[in-house]
């Protein structure tokens, strides 16, 4: 503003000189002319007073001085002079008049010209635009406030200077460039990038015009400039939100699109280009190229009908990427509508969902996988949430309990199905949920609606502990057919293991017979030896008494061993009791003594003090006992060495007792070792190859385990552990 309002201050100021000067010339002039004997045309320099208020550019002053002076004139001419006017002296004084309105005339119209120049300007300098005159070598001839306001500097500043040097301007083709098209055509216009006064930037558009004089010669240059710095910063700025636009919508992991409102493809984004697909001219409905053969019909149909009613576009469709591979995508598509509610285009975007619709596929596969394993294994899936007992069955948790599949699951309805003598199970069961057990595990039965009873195993686990509640998800599995096989396997076992006792009973049919008669041959010897001394003249009472005692004896071991054999051929249900195991030892070996003595066979019992006691039927216990006997005395036979078979029993650990009945036999072959105990297998000629399967099975329906070593000394090595126990309920 200072630089501005200078310029009239200093106007003023020169205004006020002029017009000092004037008026001392003016007095000088009239002075000298007046009151001087000088015979010259003084009063000429009255030129001077006009052309300096003239100066000032005040025409009202310049004519009143004009007159002023040629008052003046006539005023010193007359004073200068009495009545004898010389006629030099009237030619000086019409000379000085002449020449003071000459001179006024010329300055007054000049005065006029220069007042329509500043007119002007002035009216240029109204001007918003920057205007700039500068001549053929660039130095400011005109400047106006605009440029003043765009550059900084004020008109005074910039006159004369070099316009480009001073705004360090910079060009966007080299200079030569722009002065050529200048002179050429007279006219030039662009971007000009130039420093402020302040050192700011600048962007400007400029347009350059050339003006030549009436003989064609190029004088000066008219420059109009336009501050566009705010422009370009936003055209910058718009580029770069474009091209963040631009960015991001490639950077979406889907394809994403834009079509006209007529479905044409207006817009695709990189991920297109990624998968082989370029939009050109003419080129707008790629879909047919990408869309898999088998889905197009569909996906146009949706399309079409989408552009039609103006709802959102959704489809899935395989669609091809550059390597030829078919993906699963979801297409979908929301139209743009204008002010009105046309549609003037649409955004869509496909979505790969090819992981999505695999796992979909793999989860239906799976289900499937689900829905036959349950039905094929009888096992129906029971979820449960407590406290408040919501339920999910299975489709086969449905079939098992019998219920129709719209029937809301309950443990009511699993009670309504419960066997009455299970109940308490079941009701046990349900309690151990509710005070959260980690494993429920239950086999109870179930009475259905026609007689028939189920036998069912539930095993559950606590799945979820979530905030609302817990939840129990459990199996329920159908064992009826399982449970009747289990018996019928029992009974079988039973039958089998009573035939081979016949069986084994037969093979000692030789030594039974030699333990019967020798204790009825003892008992008719002693008889006799009764009577002989009863029939002596003097009874000899004493020893009779004695030889019926031995003959209570001998009976008492006869009718023992017919007992035992006759218990050995019952058929009978398995009677567990709490047994002496060393007792059962002795009496087994009894039984074969016979045998094992025909067959030359050493035994040696070492039995464990004090004696473990053990849960088992006795006549199973004797069974396994004489078969590991027998066979041992059977693998000796071929024997020539001594025959040894040893019994012992002893603790095998804290909860079990042991049995070991080693023999010095020819050994387990290494390939037979693991089919030892198969039924049917047997490497004896006669053999049935079942006394070790049934031995196998009384052991460990009692709990225990039986294996067969081969010791280093040679022989076998059979033995079996019981669970120890002082009363069966312990087991
Ligand atoms: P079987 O006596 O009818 O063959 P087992 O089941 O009692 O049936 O025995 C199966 C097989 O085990 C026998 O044939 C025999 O090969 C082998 N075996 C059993 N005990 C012994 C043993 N103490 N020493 C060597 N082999 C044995």
């Not at 009973?505 to 002989?532: F, K, M, N, W, Y």
Request: overall charge negative; hydrophobic content about 45%; glycine content about 6%.
């Amino acid at each position: 503003m200072d630089t501005l309002s200078s310029a009239p201050r200093t106007v003023r100021r020169d205004a006020r000189v002029a017009l000092t000067l004037a008026s001392v010339i003016a007095l000088a002039v009239f002075l000298i002319d007046a009151l001087t004997p000088l015979d010259i045309a003084i009063a000429v320099l009255y030129v001077v007073v006009v052309l300096l208020v003239a100066s000032t550019g005040n025409r009202p002053s310049t004519v009143a001085t004009a007159w002023g002076c040629v008052a003046l004139t006539l005023a010193g001419f007359v004073l200068s002079h009495d009545v004898n006017y010389s006629n030099a002296a009237v030619a000086r004084c019409v000379v000085s008049l002449l020449a003071i309105a000459t001179t006024s005339v010329l300055t007054l119209r000049n005065l006029t010209a220069t007042t329509t120049l500043h007119e002007q300007l002035e009216l240029l300098d109204l001007a918003h635009d920057a205007i700039v005159a500068y001549d053929m070598n660039e130095r400011v001839t005109f400047w106006n406030r605009g440029a003043e306001a765009l550059y900084g500097w004020s008109a005074q500043e910039a006159m004369g200077q070099p316009i480009h040097r001073l705004t360090q301007t910079a060009f966007p083709v080299p200079f030569a460039q722009i002065r050529q098209e200048l002179l050429r055509s007279g006219r030039w216009d662009g971007e000009l990038e130039r420093v402020r006064h302040d050192g700011s930037a600048v962007v400007i558009s400029s347009r350059l015009a050339l003006w030549r004089d009436e003989k064609g010669t190029p004088r000066a240059v008219l420059a109009t400039s336009n501050d566009i710095t705010a422009r370009k910063r936003m055209e910058a700025e718009l580029q770069r939100q474009r091209e963040e636009l631009r960015n991001t919508i490639d950077a979406i992991p889907g394809m994403v699109w834009s079509s006209s409102s007529d479905g044409r493809l207006t817009f695709i984004n990189r991920r297109w280009n990624d998968m082989g697909v370029t939009l050109g001219e003419g080129n707008t409905d790629v879909w047919p190229t990408i869309v898999h053969p088998s889905d197009l019909t569909k996906m146009q149909q949706d399309w079409r009908t989408a552009i039609d009613t103006g709802a959102s576009f959704e489809n899935v469709s395989r669609i091809r990427g550059s390597d030829g591979v078919y993906r699963w995508m979801h297409i979908g598509a929301e139209p743009l509508r204008d002010s009105t509610g046309a549609i003037c285009r649409w955004y869509g975007v496909n979505t790969d969902i090819e992981e999505r619709k695999q796992a979909e596929q793999a989860l239906e596969r799976s289900e499937a996988f689900l829905l036959d394993a349950q039905r094929l294994s009888r096992t129906g899936s029971i979820a449960m949430r407590l406290p408040d007992g919501d339920m999910w069955w299975s489709d086969e948790a449905y079939r098992i309990f019998d219920y129709a599949r719209d029937v809301v699951p309950s443990m009511e309805l699993i009670l309504a199905r419960t066997h009455p003598d299970d109940l308490a199970i079941v009701q046990g069961a349900y309690r151990q949920s509710i005070g959260g057990a980690m494993h429920v595990d239950v086999e109870h039965r179930l009475a259905m609606p026609d007689g028939s009873v189920k036998y069912v195993h539930y095993v559950a686990h606590l799945a979820v502990p979530a905030a609302e509640g817990i939840e129990y998800v459990g199996a329920l599995m159908d064992v009826t057919e399982t449970k009747r096989a289990q018996e019928a396997l029992a009974r079988s076992t039973a039958e089998l293991a009573h035939v081979t006792r016949i069986t084994m009973l037969g093979e000692l049919a030789a030594s039974i017979a030699h333990e019967v008669t020798q204790p009825i041959a003892a008992i008719v010897t002693c008889g006799d030896a009764a009577l002989r001394w009863l029939n002596r003249p003097s009874p000899e009472l004493a020893e009779a008494q004695q030889s019926i005692a031995q003959m209570i004896r001998d009976a008492k071991r006869a009718s023992d061993v017919i007992r035992r054999i006759r218990a050995m051929a019952k058929k009978h249900d398995s009677l567990p009791a709490t047994l002496d195991l060393d007792e059962i030892v002795g009496e087994s070996v009894e039984l074969v003594r016979r045998e094992l003595e025909r067959h030359r066979v050493e035994v040696q019992v070492d039995l464990a003090t004090p004696t473990p006691v053990v849960c088992c039927d006795r006549v199973q216990l004797q069974q396994v006992l004489i078969n590991l006997l027998m066979n041992g005395a059977q693998a000796m036979s071929e024997v020539n060495g001594p025959r040894r078979l040893s019994i012992a029993t002893r603790r095998f650990d804290a909860r079990h007792a042991q049995v070991i009945v080693q023999d010095s036999g020819m050994g387990i072959r290494e390939d037979n070792a693991s089919r030892l105990f198969d039924a049917f297998f047997t490497t004896k000629a006669e053999g049935m190859g079942m006394g070790l399967s049934i031995c196998r099975s009384i052991v460990e329906a009692h709990g225990g385990r039986i294996w067969a070593e081969s010791p280093e000394e040679g022989g076998a090595r059979l033995q079996f552990v019981l669970p120890v126990g002082e009363t069966c309920d312990e087991q």
